[in-house]
């Protein structure tokens, strides 16, 4: 399984961005499609999961109302909107994926691969 994600860039507080993550190989028995944030000396924290079968998201509070994720099935590619970009938001974004069946989803450990980043800058 190969993640790669795309989509992020610089952009000021208050604007938008769309991160991709194109997952190619292995979807049989994938449970949830994450995105995780780290931002320079800090760890790297859960930002959203989706549920591949059947769509259930669930979002970190502080990005509720702001962020949404979602998926393409066809494309086995999943989205991450990012709309109210503020400058905490600034991180390298990870994609992930599990096919654990724990029903756990926001921990590193949970997820079995991961997409190499994307740079997310938002300035004040």
């Known amino acids: 399984v190969q993640l790669q994600a795309s989509g992020g860039g610089l952009v000021q507080a208050g604007g938008s961005l769309r991160l991709s993550c194109a997952a190619s190989?292995?979807?049989?028995?994938?449970?949830?499609m994450g995105w995780f944030r780290q931002a320079p000396g800090k760890e790297r924290d859960f930002v959203a999961a989706?549920?591949?079968?059947?769509?259930?998201?669930y979002y970190k509070d502080s990005v509720k109302g702001r962020f949404t994720i979602s998926r393409d099935i066809a494309k086995n590619t999943v989205y991450l909107q990012m709309n109210s970009l503020k400058p905490e938001d600034t991180a390298v974004y990870y994609c992930a994926a599990t096919y654990s069946a724990s029903g756990y989803y926001t921990q590193r450990h949970d997820y079995d691969y991961w997409g190499q980043g994307t740079q997310v800058t938002v300035s004040s």
């Open positions: 989706i549920r591949w079968s059947g769509g259930s998201t």
């Open positions: 190989g292995r979807t049989f028995s994938r449970y949830f």
